[in-house]
C-alpha cells in the first residue's frame, strides 16, 4: 500500500533561519506531488506541484521554494524565514496518469517562526 | 481562474438534525468537485467525489451547474461528523495535473 511520511512535525523557527521541511513517498511509482499551506480562515493555498524529477511549479509568489531530488521525494525550503511563513504545511500526491482528483495527504508540518 | 466559496466557517446543529455545508464554485471549463473532511487528529481525506454521485458515511453531494455549487448534505447529523469540511475543485488533468483549488473549509459541530 501506499503510504506518504513528512517531517519534522513541528518546528519552531527564528526569523531569518533556513528552512527544510522533507515529504516521502513509498508504495508507488512517478507520484504528481503538491506542497499545500494550511493557514486559519484561508483554507488550503497551493503553494508547489510537481509532475517529475526536477519539475517544479510555483503557484504564488513566496519566500519559499520547493525541489524534487529524487521520484517520490519533494523538500520545501526557505533560506531565510518570515513571520509570515508561519502555517500548517502539506504534502500531498496523487496518481499521474488518473483522473481521480484524490489527493492523499500526509500529516503535516506546522512551522513557528518568531 | 478557479475560486472556491464556503460561506460558513462554523456550522452548529444537533445530533439528529439535517445537515447542509454549502459550496459554490467559479470555473470557466467543465470542473470536478470534491469534498474532503478532516476529523480531529487525522489527516485530510477524500470524502466524496461528485463524477461517483456516491454516497458516502450518509453524505451526498450534487453538482448544480446553473447555480454553480455543491452542497453538502446529510439528512440525521451524528456526533461523529464533527470535523472540518472542505469543497474542492479540479480543473483535471491540465499543466499540472489535478491541481485542487480549495475552500476555505467549514467546521461542523454536531452537538447532543
Known amino acids: 500500500s501506499q503510504t506518504i511520511h513528512q517531517w519534522p512535525a513541528t518546528l519552531v523557527q527564528p526569523v531569518g533561519s533556513p528552512l527544510s521541511l522533507e515529504c516521502t513517498v513509498e508504495?508507488?511509482?512517478?507520484?504528481?506531488l503538491y506542497w499545500y499551506r494550511q493557514a486559519a480562515g484561508r483554507g488550503l493555498q497551493l503553494l508547489f506541484y510537481s509532475v517529475g524529477i526536477g519539475q517544479i511549479s510555483s503557484e504564488v509568489p513566496q519566500n519559499l521554494s520547493a525541489s524534487r531530488p529524487q521520484d517520490r521525494q519533494f523538500i520545501l525550503s526557505s533560506k531565510k524565514l518570515l513571520l509570515s511563513d508561519s502555517g500548517f504545511y502539506l504534502c500531498?500526491?496523487?496518481?499521474?496518469?488518473?483522473?481521480?482528483?484524490?489527493?492523499?495527504f500526509g500529516e503535516g508540518s506546522r512551522l513557528t517562526v518568531l | 481562474a478557479q475560486r472556491v466559496t464556503q460561506p460558513e466557517k462554523l456550522l452548529s446543529v444537533f445530533k439528529g438534525a439535517p445537515v447542509e455545508l454549502k459550496c459554490n464554485y467559479s470555473y470557466s471549463g467543465s470542473p470536478e468537485l470534491f469534498w474532503y473532511v478532516q476529523y480531529s487528529r487525522q489527516r485530510l481525506q477524500l470524502l466524496l467525489r461528485h463524477i461517483s454521485r456516491e454516497s458516502i458515511k450518509g453524505f451526498t453531494a450534487d453538482l448544480n451547474k446553473g447555480e454553480t455549487s455543491f452542497h453538502l448534505k446529510k439528512p440525521f447529523a451524528q456526533e461523529e461528523d464533527s470535523a472540518m469540511y472542505y469543497c474542492a475543485l479540479s480543473g483535471g488533468l491540465t499543466g499540472g495535473g489535478n491541481k485542487l483549488t480549495f475552500g476555505t473549509g467549514t467546521q461542523l459541530k454536531v452537538e447532543l
Open positions: 500531498a500526491w496523487t496518481y499521474r496518469d488518473r483522473v481521480t482528483g484524490e489527493l492523499f
Open positions: 508504495g508507488t511509482s512517478n507520484p504528481n
